[in-house]
């Protein structure tokens, strides 16, 4: 290279270093416009794509990132202080609870100036008004002894202590009705967890949500916390055992449940995915394309 051409060639790595310092920090995480990179939680998705088909303009896309990795998605409704969904990727676990991690909190949703990474609640609960208008605190479940918070993405089908940990975001929990959360929620939890443990060969990939009742935890005579009517989880595997007893085989590489959030009539109904988006068409505000996996997770071939 000329010594001309070096001088014509300093001001495009110059460039290019300003741009990548402009870039990086955009990568990281938190409240993000879309989950199209590893590091916005891409991988959390089955072929890197998230739901479709809601029609609310209002939700806000969470890459949930804890101990700066990006560890699941959750589509949040900052109006209603509740998750509309998380999906993330289920590992195989023991199903054993981890009950002595801190509830933390979504920085970002009260200022995108904030950490991507979700932060334990203050000690101080006064600190909690900073951020009470975009999201649930602790106080919200404080004298709710009918309800339980009750995780989308749930610890139980995580591995790793981090990963568990990061399950303990109040933007990634919903008020659930004792009975139901205790009962069939927490059987079907286990079921799922046995099933995929025995029979997904490869990455399972997992969407947990909600439809709304018109219901609300209150406090302070306002409205703080939608309480669910109905909780809904599906699965997408496409490596499983083909040798599988039918009763199992016929329920891969996708399938889906869903429950009543009540004290009766609460027991899990699990159903082919299309049943559960045709469920779910008829109770949540979303468009006829409304779809929960990438093409049904039916995998190229």
């Known amino acids: 290279m000329t010594p001309a051409s070096a001088k014509r060639a300093l001001p495009l790595a110059a460039v290019v270093a300003v741009l990548t310092c402009v870039w990086l920090p955009g990568v990281q995480a938190g409240v993000v416009g879309d989950f199209n990179h590893v590091e916005r939680c891409k991988d959390s998705l089955y072929m ?3 739901p479709r088909g809601y029609l609310s303009t209002s939700f806000t896309k969470i890459c949930q990132r804890y101990e700066d990795k990006p560890r699941f998605v959750t589509l949040y409704d900052s109006q209603r202080h509740i998750p509309i969904y998380s999906a993330y990727t289920f590992k195989k676990s023991d199903g054993e609870k981890k009950v002595d991690f801190p509830w933390m909190f979504e ?3 009260a200022s995108d100036k904030s950490s991507s990474n979700m932060e334990p609640f203050p000690q101080s609960t006064s600190m909690h008004m900073n951020f009470e208008d975009t999201q649930a605190v602790l106080e919200d479940y404080a004298d709710v002894v009918q309800y339980e918070r009750g995780q989308l993405n749930p610890d139980e089908h995580q591995a790793d202590p981090l990963d568990k940990a990061s ?12 009975e139901f959360n205790i009962g069939p929620w927490a059987e079907h939890r286990d079921l799922i967890r ?8 490869g990455k399972a990939y997992v969407v947990t949500g909600i439809t709304t009742s018109g219901h609300t935890i ?3 005579n306002l409205d703080r916390v939608a309480v669910p009517e109905y909780l809904w989880s599906a699965y997408c595997c496409t490596e499983f055992d083909q040798n599988a007893p039918y009763f199992v085989r016929y329920k891969f590489p996708v399938f889906a449940a869903y429950g009543l959030n009540d004290r009766v009539n609460n ?5 082919p995915l299309k049943n559960m988006e045709k469920f779910l068409k008829g109770r949540m505000d979303v468009d006829k394309n409304f779809q929960i996996f990438y093409s049904d997770c039916v995998p190229d071939i």
């Open 218 to 220: 209150r406090r302070n």
């Open 167 to 178: 399950t303990y975001s109040l933007t990634n929990v919903v008020p659930q009705i004792r």
């Open 194 to 201: 046995k099933r995929l443990n025995n029979y997904c060969r």
């Open 107 to 109: 920085p970002q949703l």
């Open 48 to 50: 890197g794509t998230p």
């Open 267 to 271: 027991h899990m109904v699990e159903v």
